[in-house]
């Protein structure tokens, strides 16, 4: 789908180019540009999705995913870019809980991001030079608007199920508050409706390392042929420690120390903890780009769904709403804590909305929505199940 | 969706006194078993709250609409009449607040069905009588010291809290030892029953 002169082809990264020649995009916003939060008209933009399965004749099978702050399109089959597995593999493929066999499921690289979807390292149409810190501040809200314009686009009605954790989750609820019919049933996983004081703070040491790392240099980076390795990478190793549980790090790692038999007496990675975060934060800098790390957090704080859509009050974002809602926390998750998700049962109880709440035990912090987590798979299957039934969907194989 | 097994005699009851095609909130929905059946057998867009999470997430793995939440305070969320029926089966007498849990009911549901155990059924009074001791019986299997029956109550002591309260009562089935509906006069109900289902509304 190459629309007129594709949006500066030349200029992509190489992490582009591979990731967009292992999916689809689509070039929107030529004729209706996206009208932003912020007030800037963005068009035209690139969107970069991945789609499994196959659209249904009535068009009612369409799952979408809406992918975490540092996840992409690329949901179950190896990373064009890092060679890894699908981020979500244990959930999406055959004889999964979303099984391709069923249904048409649809992952959409978010706008702002850095794996083919518009973002601060595009070039802005109107002048030709590289957006960097001049491209517009998007919020949850902007991402959600491009998704609905890519299946206007694909001539996708509604949606059988919006699901996503984390930021992700804050996605579907925003799908489920601003477009409620067009999903039918909802799955906000390890999210909230709004990002706390907590959640803030710790996105604010992410962006200042980014920014005080001299290499990034205003967010000219590319110009200068530098790479803000070191800030983006302790950015990732602050955040990286939010996903954990306190359980989870002291299980893993305690106090084992790394490759030696005795403290060093000095700043090498002494630790097992240590050398495990300074990996985390190097490999993330080869797939991740600084600047959009800055411009996704940003979505992320600015979310707040009661303020945006309910006039302060969480349950008149959904009012009236007939879409069926299941949420699920974790335990040990502090980052999205349960009580978050408890607090948007409640608005929903108060919208009479039909929901369903599960908070799984399990030690993984906020993670655990990514890893194996049988009691996850067990109630998004009963769930999904349920919403098929309700939806005529039949049992589809 | 899961075969429906047959289920509980009581509950059986109490899906019969709810009309098909509505909207239900059962409140300490157990297991999901009068869920699955309103859903699979009256076409009831049917919702549970349920106290145990694991009792929860049970139900939602079935297909189930259940939250946790606890029928002392969890109530308060939803808005008027926002269900045809709110369902409380064996378990107002273990509520902190049995009258405010109640009139939760019956602000959010246009009616109510309530079961419960009789605690003037003729075993118990002997029990406590003769025996001297807290009474143990099938309905009300605790020791006085574990037991979550914090507020049990007889049926015409129920029947008053209702007429204190403005409640009508549109039907009261009986049910003898053997889950068997009786008919008798009240207070003979009132000693040969052990449990009872009441559908109310707002009078």
Same mark, same amino acid.
């Given at each position: ?121 595009? &070039? ?78 710790? /996105? ?35 955040? /990286? ?9 002291? &299980? ?34 080869? &797939? ?110 | ?21 509505? !909207? ?78 109640? !009139? ?96 109310? !509304?707002?009078?």
């Amino acid at each position: 789908m190459q629309a007129p002169a594709d949006i500066a082809s030349d200029e992509l990264t190489d992490a582009e180019r591979k990731a967009l020649a292992q999916c689809r995009h689509a070039i929107l916003g030529v004729d209706r540009p996206l009208a932003l939060e912020c007030g800037v008209e963005l068009g035209p933009y690139r969107v970069a999705y991945q789609t499994y399965g196959t659209l249904n004749a009535d068009k009612s099978n369409a799952v979408l995913i809406c992918h975490p702050l540092t996840c992409d399109q690329f949901v179950a089959e190896k990373h064009p870019v890092t060679g890894k597995e699908g981020w979500w593999d244990s959930l999406v493929g055959p004889g999964k809980v979303l099984d391709p066999a069923r249904y048409f499921i649809i992952c959409v690289n978010v706008l702002g991001h850095c794996m083919g979807s518009t973002g601060p390292m595009a &070039r802005d149409p109107v002048n030709g030079q590289p957006w960097n810190l001049r491209f517009p501040v998007v919020t949850i809200a902007d991402m959600v608007r491009a998704q609905a314009a890519l299946l206007d686009h694909l001539g996708i009605p509604d949606l059988f199920c919006v699901i996503g954790g984390s930021m992700g989750g804050m996605q579907v609820l925003e799908w489920a508050a601003s477009f409620p019919k067009r999903v039918f049933s909802a799955v906000p996983i390890a999210c909230a409706a709004h990002h706390s004081a907590q959640n803030i703070a710790f /996105h604010e040491v992410g962006r200042q390392a980014i920014m005080a790392d001299p290499e990034w240099k205003g967010g000219e980076y590319r110009a200068h042929g530098t790479v803000p390795a070191r800030g983006l990478a302790v950015a990732r190793m602050t955040a /990286h420690i939010t996903y954990l549980s306190e359980q989870a790090l002291q &299980r893993k790692f305690g106090r084992t120390l790394q490759n030696r038999d005795a403290l060093g007496f000095g700043f090498d990675a002494d630790f097992q903890v240590e050398s495990y975060l300074r990996h985390q934060g190097s490999t993330f800098v080869d &797939r991740f780009d600084a600047n959009s790390y800055l411009y996704i957090t940003r979505a992320m704080d600015y979310f707040d769904l009661a303020a945006a859509r309910g006039g302060g009050v969480l349950a008149k974002a959904f009012t009236g709403t007939a879409t069926r809602f299941c949420l699920v926390s974790f335990t040990s998750d502090w980052l999205f804590p349960t009580r978050e998700s408890r607090a948007i049962v409640h608005a929903l109880n108060a919208a009479a909305a039909n929901v369903s709440f599960v908070e799984v035990e399990s030690d993984k912090g906020h993670d655990a929505f990514l890893l194996d987590e049988p009691e996850m798979f067990r109630t998004l299957h009963g769930f999904l199940q349920g919403a098929a039934n309700a939806r005529g969907l039949g049992n589809g194989r | 969706m899961s075969v429906i097994a047959p289920i509980r005699v009581d509950l059986q009851l109490i899906a019969d006194m709810v009309e098909p095609g509505g !909207r239900a909130l059962d409140v300490g929905c157990g297991d999901g078993s009068l869920l699955a059946y309103l859903v699979s057998f009256k076409r009831v867009d049917a919702r549970g709250m349920e106290l145990s999470q694991t009792g929860v997430n049970a139900c939602v793995a079935n297909g189930l609409s259940v939250i946790q939440g606890d029928a002392d305070t969890d109530l308060r969320d939803y808005p008027d009449d926002a269900f045809d029926y709110v369902i409380l089966s064996q378990t107002l007498q273990a509520t902190r607040e049995p009258r405010e849990v109640l !009139r939760q009911m019956l602000r959010v549901g246009k009616r109510a069905i309530v079961s419960l155990p009789n605690f003037a059924h003729w075993q118990v009074r002997l029990r406590l009588v003769f025996g001297g001791r807290m009474p143990e019986t099938a309905s009300l299997p605790y020791k006085w010291y574990d037991t979550p029956n914090i507020h049990l109550c007889s049926i015409d002591d129920f029947r008053a809290l209702c007429r204190d309260m403005g409640v009508r009562v549109e039907r009261a089935i009986v049910l003898n030892s053997k889950s068997r509906p009786i008919h008798m006069p009240p207070f003979l109900a009132n000693l040969f029953g052990e449990q009872a289902v009441f559908l109310l !509304r707002r009078d």
